[in-house]
């Protein structure tokens, strides 16, 4: 395989990474939703969030989305 070398073409900016939630904002109370088919992807950044962070969250599913609460 051969590849061609090229020059003066500029970096595209990069990839954005999934949805921002509002984790970082987010008061104790405070909630928002998602709908179901994204519930997984959230719930799993919403426990990447109390890793990072001293925030925790909870999140909980209904029929029709999911839930994520600050609790602390």
Same mark, same amino acid.
Request: aromatic fraction near 10%; charge should be positive; proline fraction near 10%.
């Given at each position: ?11 595209? /900016?990069p ?6 939630? /509002? ?11 998602? /709908?179901?088919? $994204?519930?997984?992807?959230?719930? $799993? ?8 962070? /001293? ?18």
């Amino acid at each position: 395989m051969t590849f061609k070398i090229e020059s003066g073409i500029p970096i595209s /900016p990069p990839a954005r990474r999934g949805a921002s939630y /509002p984790f970082s904002v987010m008061e104790i109370g405070q909630s928002f939703a998602v /709908p179901r088919e $994204n519930g997984p992807r959230m719930r $799993n950044a919403a426990a990447q969030a109390s890793m990072r962070t /001293p925030r925790r969250f909870v999140v909980r599913a209904s029929a029709t989305e999911f839930r994520c609460w600050r609790i602390e």
